[in-house]
């Protein structure tokens, strides 16, 4: 089945400041990279997402880029703010999703 | 999107005993999935729940410690049976709209079996 990595596991910023997180994938079938940013207490929640007819794609502060060929995708959250503190899950998806392991992302003030 | 329900939001329960969780979608849905998230972890996929079909499991769930329902379009129950303190977890369910494959999750009910 796929296998998705994810990095780093945790990454602190300050407010301003812009992240990147990582993820590479094994199955070459999959075709949809959605990410997820799940807040304390909360289920997760879709935050963006891109097909794999489509290099880049972006909605104000957030956008997610894809390489197919290489086999990985980036989440980069621009001018972030503290309520961006979250833990981030991407995921690659043929016939079902697969998570990765998730970053820890803390925005400090 | 959907807006999705669960009950109970949290529990603390008994070893042995079994606990079953409601997840209640605003909207028909052909699939709804089940996942666990333990403490800390990525999110597992336990089985998908199709309406008018059995769950099918994904390896290393069996249906005897998570039995499912899927009575119609909007609703499903999951049911930790026999738990034991490994259980502990956040149990979310799932749907999928049926368009461009995005899955929308439910706020989670937090597991604690003592």
């Known amino acids: 089945g796929e296998n998705v990595e994810q990095h780093p596991s945790t990454l602190s910023v300050q407010e301003g400041d812009s992240a990147v997180i990582k993820c590479t994938y094994s199955d070459s079938a999959s075709n949809y990279f959605p990410w997820y940013k799940q807040e304390l207490g909360k289920g997760p929640q879709l935050i963006i997402d891109i097909r794999s007819n489509v290099g880049e794609k972006k909605d104000q502060r957030i956008a997610v880029t894809l390489n197919k060929t290489a086999k990985h995708f980036s989440l980069h959250i621009t001018e972030t703010q503290p309520e961006d503190s979250a833990v981030y899950f991407c995921a690659a998806t043929g016939n079902q999703f697969y998570f990765g392991t998730g970053t820890s992302l803390t925005v400090i003030p | 999107s959907a807006v999705i329900s669960q009950k109970p939001s949290r529990d603390i329960c008994q070893r042995g005993t079994s606990l079953t969780i409601q997840c209640q979608v605003d909207?028909?849905?052909?699939?709804m999935f089940w996942y666990r998230q333990q403490p800390g972890q990525s999110l597992t996929l336990i089985a998908t729940?199709?309406?008018?079909?059995?769950?099918?499991?994904e390896s290393g769930f069996v249906i005897d410690k998570f039995p499912i329902s899927r009575p119609n379009l909007t609703f499903s129950t999951l049911t930790v049976s026999n738990m034991s303190p490994e259980d502990s977890s956040i149990y979310l369910c799932?749907?999928?709209?049926?368009?461009?494959?995005?899955?929308?999750f439910g706020p989670g009910t937090r597991l604690t079996v003592l």
């Open positions: 799932s749907v999928d709209l049926g368009a461009l494959d995005t899955q929308y």
């Open positions: 909207s028909q849905v052909t699939m």
């Open positions: 729940a199709n309406q008018g079909s059995e769950a099918t499991y």
